[in-house]
C-alpha cells in the first residue's frame, strides 16, 4: 500500500528556498499524480501545485506561481517541490498527497477531494 513522507521543512529566512521532498513507500509513484497542499487557517488545504502521473503537465496557485517548482523522479519514487523567494505567509505546513483519478492537473488541484493518500505534514517556517 503507498504511503508518502513528506521531508525538509524547516526554518529559512525571507527571500530564501527549500526544497521538499515526498518519498513513496509500499508501491510506486509512476500511477499516481501528485498534489502539494498547505494548511490554510480557516479553510480546507489548499493545493499550491499538482503534477501528473507522467510528469508531463504541471500546475500552480497563483500565490506561488513563479517562485515554486514541481517535479518528480519516478525512479527515484519521489516528487519534489522547490521553493525560492519564500515570504513569510508561505509559513504553514505542507502536505504531500497522491490520486490514482485520471483528472485533468487543473481539477485535480482544485480540491483536497481528489486525493486518498496523504503523507504526514512538513513544517516550513519563513521568518527572520
Known amino acids: 500500500q503507498l504511503q508518502l513522507v513528506e521531508s525538509g521543512g524547516g526554518l529559512v529566512q525571507p527571500g530564501g528556498s527549500l526544497t521538499l521532498s515526498c518519498a513513496a513507500n509500499?508501491?510506486?509513484?509512476?500511477?499516481?499524480?501528485i498534489g502539494w497542499f498547505r494548511r490554510v487557517p480557516g479553510k480546507e488545504r489548499e493545493g499550491i501545485s499538482c503534477?501528473?502521473?507522467?510528469?508531463?503537465?504541471?500546475i500552480y496557485a497563483d500565490s506561488v506561481k513563479g517562485r515554486f517548482t514541481i517535479s518528480r523522479d519516478n525512479a527515484a519514487n519521489t516528487v519534489y517541490l522547490q521553493m525560492n523567494s519564500l515570504k513569510p505567509e508561505d509559513t504553514t505546513v505542507y502536505f504531500c498527497?497522491?490520486?490514482?483519478?485520471?483528472?485533468?492537473?487543473?481539477?485535480?488541484?482544485?480540491?483536497?477531494?481528489?486525493?486518498?493518500?496523504w503523507g504526514q505534514g512538513t513544517l516550513v517556517t519563513v521568518s527572520s
Open positions: 503534477i501528473s502521473s507522467s510528469g508531463g503537465s504541471t
Open positions: 498527497a497522491a490520486t490514482a483519478l485520471r483528472r485533468s492537473v487543473q481539477t485535480l488541484c482544485s480540491t483536497t477531494g481528489y486525493f486518498a493518500i
Open positions: 509500499g508501491s510506486t509513484l509512476d500511477d499516481y499524480a
